[in-house]
């Protein structure tokens, strides 16, 4: 029990890091966790997780790496396969063999074995911190998918130069050439055997898809457990498990593009991804949570550490984090027009090279492309991972400077979010010859000119039903409007407070209407039952929308009574028959209910028109220029449900709002890919946007027992 109350305390943190990151987006979500992991060490709270290395690596880091393959756009890395391997085996080894040496000399009582280990450890980069921090910011052309494709592979190689490294120290002796052929077949006979298990993996789902009649689990399940088992399996044979998971993955990616047939199994393929980026988002955000909690006594270790104070350390973290940054840097700076593959992808663009000799790099000289991709060598999971993966004991003593190994690990990961949080927003500019809008906001923006369309389309609705499922869809598309727009907070804080406003004068005009007809308590009671339905649609408070409902509950169950007595009033008038139909209970009841309808009968519609048509414009009076989206929905709510004193059953309105909504998701995606043809919105942004609606759409037709 202590475990599950430790995990659920972490994924807890994690939750509250992206919270946070939401309300101040320039300081990453990854370094809120990192903090809320150290502050919960200070807090009188009971944790309990000891770590284990091989069951981190099984549970944490290989499901990780293996979202991140499944999820890679395949066409960008191989286009930018050539500096994706430079960045992902090229520097890995450069940094190892240039930085390994550079720490022991700093460092001179860190023997050089355990230097390459630290070197190896340090290699590794985070594209997920680096997205968390640049969002919203143009990166130069074709960076962020060599960033991707680096991060996706050089964990793998960081992970066995580690574990090569730590072998020399432990048998005491470090051959080049040994070495070498250690990394080839622990790389190579990982990538094959994950090759064939990804194989094997992907027949398993045919097989589930043609015998099992595609039950939409099983697939799910398959791809959560691929990764586990393929490290298992990896690991036994000697292989680099971590290798072999990430060429796995490229097979169930490679599958879910190449075979229409799995593609068009919408319900597994839906749930798939959807969990994917789940399991993805809790392990990235369990693994600096548990950096957080580790530093406490990382940091007092350090204390008792007699040959290496904290203040030494800390400049030692400074001075690593210059060297890493100083050899990336180095690096793309040399290796510079391979990564600008882009420029020549089409013969048009090698056409334009040859007229111009300018490479198709935007507004960045060489030095500054370079200078991004430098700052841009954040550290992270995997970083955090191999570190944790130094053993506790060499050859029964304590392992050599492990605790000052584990804070300069973890100080150059945070000192490099850092850094990238800085810096980065400084040296990255705006696109002169692209009008970039915001994802959110643009989507806001879409939604509006939807809505506009969609209500000119169904202005004129006769059906009950009709109507009742064009005034849903049409709210759920304005509550979109409103969450994507960039001033939500202050939107549904205007919308909270114009709520008020219209509600107090109804009270009013409604006070005012019962004194004309002499305060009948029939209309009161219809009067009633409308406000608190129109009180519970508006309302999106839980508790406010249980304490309506139950109230509503009783209030109707007299108020359908009334409608019903109100009907056979309506009947026996137009028959001109007497009252025999009446339950002897109910003649007094219904005697008093004739009195009142003779009284209100024909002004009853103009009664429920007059506070529609009043609340509209009172709403109307509270408009400004920042609240507009609050007040059109307020408007449109009373305009489309003025009919709110009836039930609906929901059935019969389900499949008018569905197609509705459809329509509105068609009409976004046409308007979002002329803003993409027309750059006025980056590709990523679009397909993400897109992708979104894409399971919008899927869900609208989940099935419904």
Known sequence: MEILYTLSIFIILVIAGSFLNRYIPKVPAALFQVMLGFLITYLPISLHFEFETETFMIL??????????????RSELWLYKRPIIYMAIGLVIATVFIVGPFINFIIPSIPLGAAFALAAILSPTDAVAVKSITANMKLPKGLMSILEGESLLNDAAGLVSFRIALAAIIIGTFSLKSASQEFLIAALGGMVLGLILGVLAVTIKYINRDF???EPNIPVLIQLMVPIIVYFIAEEFH????????????MFNLERSLFQKDSLDNQSVVSINFNQNTVSYILNGFVFVFLGYLLPDIFRNM???????VSTGLIYVVLITLALAIVRFTFVYIFYVSFQTHSFNTSSKVLEFLKTRQLNVGNYSRFEYSLIASLCGIHGTITIATALMIPLTLNGEDFPLRDPILFIGSGVVLLSMILGTVFLPLTIKSEKNEVLIEEASIRSKILHEVIKILTEKYSNLETTSEKMGYAIAIKKLQEQEIYFSSDEKKLVKEYRRICKVVEDENQKKMIAILEKYDNDRYLRQILLVRKWRLRKLLSYSIARQIFISL???????????LLVLLNLIQNNESDKEEDTMIDPRYIKKYEDLKDSFYKFRFELPNIIDEFTYFSMDIAETQRTEDNSLAVDFIKNAYDNFDYTLYNVPADSYIEETRIIETEAIQLQKEKLKKLKSDNKIDKHSADSIIRDLNYNE???FTNEE
């Open 239 to 250: 292989f680099s498990g971590i290798v072999a998971v990430v060429f796995s993955a490229i």
């Open 551 to 561: 109230y509503l509950s009783v209030m109707e169950i007299g108020f359908r009574r």
């Open 212 to 214: 099992l009649n595609s």
């Open 303 to 309: 204390v008792k550490f007699p040959d290496l104070d």
């Open 60 to 73: 944490v880091i290989a499901p990780l790496l293996f979202t991140d393959a499944y999820k890679a756009f």
């Open 698 to 700: 899927a869900l609208l």
